[in-house]
C-alpha cells in the first residue's frame, strides 16, 4: 500500500519592510481581514468599516491595506479609504492566486485569501497606490452613475421595438426620456466639479488641446489615469494595458501580448483612436496606416496606436507641470 506523503506549505522569510501590511478579502456582504498574523471577519457596511479604521488606528507601524482588484466592490473600498488617508494598494487577482499556489496553497477560502493577499505584498513589500483626491472621487462617482444609466438607456432602446403595447411603450418612451434628462444633469454637475478646481480645469483642456481627445475622453483620463505626467513611458503602457510582453521560450518566439491595465481608459482611447482615422493630418493617423502597410493586423496597430497617443500626452502634461502649471486658455 502506497502512502502519500502529506505536503506542507512552503514557509515565507520575513522581511523588514516600511508598513504593517493587512490583506483583506472583499465581497458584498463582509470583509475578511488577516492582521498581524490573525484572521478577523467585519460586516461590509459602515459599522464594520468603521472598527476595521480602529483597529489599523491601533497599530505602532505605518499601515498598508492590500486587497484585490474586484469591480465596483474594491473601487468604493479604495474610495473609503482614501478618505481616511490610509494606505492602500490594489492587487491583480491572478498574481495572488498564482503566489498561493507557488508555495503549495491549493485550498482557497476568503481567510485564506486574505493571508495570501498580505503575504504577497509582504513579500514583494508592495508600495502604496497614489491617492485621489476628493474632486477626482467625486468626478469618479458622478462618472460612473453617468455610465449606468447610459448603459440603461441603451438596452430600453434596444428593446423599444419589441412592444406593441400602447401603454408599455408610452412608459419605456417616458422613461427614456427621464433617462436623458438625469444624464445631462449630471454631465452638468461633472463640468461643475472640474470648473471647481484650477489645476483639473487646466489638465481637461489640455487634453482637448490633443488632436484627436474630446470631452468624454478628456474627463476619463481626469477620472481615472490622474497619474499623467508623473510616471514614464512604458510605466504607464503598463498601467492602462497596452504594453506588449514577451512569450518566449527557448528557441520558440511566442506572439506578444498586452494584458490587465484600465480598461475604462483603454476602451475610451480605442474610442478616441477610431476619431483620430478621420483626421487625415494627424501623426496617429499616419503611424496606424504605416504599420497596417507593414502588415499588421488592426487590432496590434490600434494598441501601439493607443500607446503613441499615451505617449503624447503624458509628453505634454509632463511639460507643462515643469513649467510651473501655467493657466491654459480654453480653446
Known sequence: MLHHKKEKSKSVEPKETQFSYIGVDLSLQKLDVWMEG????????????NKLLKAIRKSKKPVLVAFESTGSISIYFAEQLDREGIARACLNPAWIRHHAKSIGQVAKTDCIDSKMIAQYAHMHQIQADTPM???????????RYRSILIKHRAQLKATLHTYRDDYALTKIIKQIEQLNTEIKELQKALEDVIKSDEEMRNRYRLYLKIGGIGEKTAKVLLCNLPELGYLSRRELAALVGVAPFNWDSGRKIGKRFARFGRREVRTQLYMAIVSIMRIADNPIHA???????????HKVAAIASIRKLLVIINAQVRDWMAAGMPAILSA
Open 133 to 143: 483626491s476628493p474632486k477626482v472621487l467625486k468626478m469618479r462617482q458622478l462618472q
Open 38 to 49: 490573525k484572521h478577523v471577519q467585519y460586516t461590509n457596511t459602515e459599522a464594520g468599516f
Open 287 to 297: 503611424f496606424y496606416d504605416s504599420l497596417r502597410a507593414r502588415g499588421k493586423t
